[in-house]
Nanobody, 124 residues
Framework: QVQLVESGGGLVQTGGSLRLSCKAS????????MAWFRQAPGKEREFVAA???????YYTDSVKDRFSISRDNVNYMVYLQMNSLKPEDTAVYYC??????????????????WGQGTQVTVSS
């Protein structure tokens, strides 16, 4: 069992920055692949970024060169640094954990554990 708690969301103007944090507890954190997804009102949950247990990172095209995912295996933390934010980045952001095998990193079904989400609102 893995418990995930996100923090760091808020209201920011276009072009601003936010850093989301995800604190994990439970089983050995370093064994899991971690990811951030987001869900805007009326839309499906979508992949944002992932980091393998090896440290390899992946991003959806719309956030490449603006967002950065990282992990701290000692303190059981995952971060999402978001720069140059746009109104279309507005969504609830979820941290997710999944095994280092199975579905593709961008597939929501790969991840069996989810946080409660944190709201990010970017004003124009």
């Amino acid at each position: 069992q893995v418990q995930l708690v996100e923090s760091g969301g808020g209201l920011v103007q276009t072009g601003g920055s936010l850093r989301l944090s995800c604190k994990a507890s439970g089983r050995t954190f370093s064994a899991y692949d971690m990811a951030w997804f987001r869900q805007a009102p009326g839309k499906e949950r979508e992949f944002v970024a992932a980091i393998r247990r090896s440290g390899t990172t992946y991003y959806t095209d719309s956030v490449k060169d603006r967002f950065s995912i990282s992990r701290d295996n000692v303190n059981y933390m995952v971060y999402l640094q978001m720069n140059s934010l746009k109104p279309e980045d507005t969504a609830v952001y979820y941290c997710a954990a999944g095994p280092a095998y199975g579905a593709n990193y961008y597939d929501v079904t790969k991840y069996g554990w989810w946080g409660q989400g944190t709201q990010v609102t970017v004003s124009s």
